[in-house]
């Protein structure tokens, strides 16, 4: 772990490696999966770039935020792993937009973009206006299973008789793990997904082995036919990923309420469903069927080396002050 301290608060990055002292700076705070040692050390087996939580304490209160570390042309910037977190924190700290601004330069960080839960934002470091909203994420209260059903569309319910009998589920994680090792890469490839979904076996066993992951599987004919990750921390949860065969598909209905009732029993009071790809589309509408409440992701930029930021643009082709949605531009696969 490195530590540097700048004016009254002191700022850490700690490395995968030590898993113990990760877990003990996210004690008393807020946070998601995502900020979650398993969470990110499972994503890094993948990615394979470095990985740390970022912590800053002062008197009044504690900041964390995973981050990841890129490098193009040997410079270096950082985002936020795969998955749902950003700053997490609790109390506050004065003057720590401008602290957060001078550590990350002092560690020589081209810029940074942070996505941000919409529940953890910590208002006591953080400006109302600091983060932009970007797609909408849909959210269910499972606290009350009463309210969850009743907020069921009728084809939500009627997906839900269907495939909720008995003999339909299994919970056997080889059994499950095999099914997705074997299933996800052309899963994702038939419904078209990001690049940053095609993840390593590594990755899916850790996801698979770690005791923050519920795991469900959906049977048909006693054959397996879907699978619905769901990660957990305190009080919230993520469905992180479905991966059906064709045939299983309407399945992820009965899993998702499955998984929800389960989270309940550990205390789990929200769970975030995900979003669309883009604004309105088919993803987006058919979380709407679930009577969930929507509540925008959001995005934080930040460029603390302008000139340098531009240098690596114009290397790469990418416009470095145009609108694109990929930040840095010249990180894009596409660029402009």
């Known amino acids: 772990m490195c530590g540097r301290d700048i004016g009254d608060i002191r700022h850490s990055l700690i490395g995968l490696d030590e898993r113990d002292r990760w877990r003990s700076a996210l004690k008393d705070v807020d946070h998601d999966f995502g900020h979650t040692w398993d969470s990110c050390h499972a994503f890094s087996l993948t990615t ?5 939580l970022y912590v800053a304490e002062c008197p009044e209160g504690r900041v964390v935020c995973p981050l990841i570390e890129r490098r193009f042309q040997g410079e270096a910037d950082v985002a936020t792993p795969f998955g749902f977190s950003g700053f997490a924190g609790r109390g506050h700290c004065a003057g720590f937009v401008e602290e957060w601004r001078a550590f990350a330069s002092r560690q020589g960080w081209i810029c940074a973009y942070v996505g941000q839960n919409p529940l953890l934002r910590p208002d006591g470091f953080w400006a109302e206006g600091a983060f932009e909203p970007a797609q909408n994420l849909y959210w269910l209260r499972i606290d009350d299973l009463d309210e969850l059903h009743q907020g069921l569309s009728r084809l939500r319910r009627r997906q839900l008789r269907r495939w ?7 919970t056997d994680r080889d059994v499950l793990l095999r099914f997705v090792l074997e299933s996800a ?5 038939r419904v078209g997904a990001a690049p940053n979904y095609f993840l390593s076996e590594a990755t899916w066993q850790a996801l698979t082995a770690s005791d923050r992951v519920e795991l469900l599987g959906a049977l048909r004919d006693d054959r397996l036919v879907a699978v619905t990750f769901f990660g957990w921390a305190d009080g919230i949860a993520d469905a992180l990923f479905n991966i059906s065969l064709p045939e299983g598909r309407d399945a ?3 899993l998702l309420i499955e998984g929800a009732e389960r989270l309940r029993t550990r205390g789990i009071s929200l769970l975030n469903i995900g979003g669309g790809v883009r604004p309105g589309d088919d ?3 058919a979380k709407q069927l679930f009577g969930a409440s929507a509540r925008p992701l959001l995005h934080l930029k ?8 531009r240098r690596l643009c114009a290397a790469a082709g990418a416009n470095a002050s145009g609108q694109t949605a990929f930040f840095p531009p010249y990180h894009s696969p596409a660029r402009d």
């Open 283 to 285: 993803v987006e509408r």
């Open 48 to 52: 394979r770039l470095p990985t740390y």
């Open 185 to 189: 890469e052309a899963f994702f490839q």
């Open 302 to 309: 930040q460029v603390f080396a302008p000139s340098r930021f």
């Open 164 to 170: 909720r009998v008995p003999g339909w589920l299994c």
């Open 252 to 254: 992820s209905t009965a």
